[in-house]
């Protein structure tokens, strides 16, 4: 696969988000990431991204909001959910925004690689 694709990665958990970004870059993906849904959005705004990976549960712009603006901005844009605390209210929204994939944390390494690998080749 070829793996010069860029991620943004947006979850107010600083360490979690740190790791994220460390393991998809030893995968040789370009990433960028963001601690809050409004920070990820601007970052979103001034550049190009082939998947957005965002956290639901963030302070100010939760990850729904985050992808809402997100959809408006660009209504094909590929987008994986990350939460801690996953909700048949939260996945149907998901759904309905047309969200690529919903991950449960904690997830194994290797489930996400599969999802993004998944993602990206469509």
Do not use: C
Request: no cysteine; charged share 25%.
């Amino acid at each position: 696969m070829n793996n010069n694709y860029r991620i943004l990665v947006i979850d107010d958990e600083t360490d979690f988000v740190r790791m994220l970004a460390e393991f998809l870059e030893s995968r040789e993906f370009e990433v960028d990431v963001a601690t809050s849904g409004v920070q990820g959005l601007e970052m979103f705004k001034s550049a190009s991204y082939d998947l957005v990976i965002t956290d639901i549960n963030m302070p100010g712009m939760n990850g729904m909001e985050l992808i809402h603006e997100v959809r408006a901005i660009s209504p094909e844009q590929s987008i994986i959910i990350l939460t801690a605390h996953p909700s048949q209210r939260s996945w149907d929204e998901a759904q309905n925004l047309g969200v690529s994939d919903y991950v449960f944390k904690p997830f194994e390494p290797d489930r996400l690689m599969e999802s993004v690998q998944k993602v990206l080749k469509r």
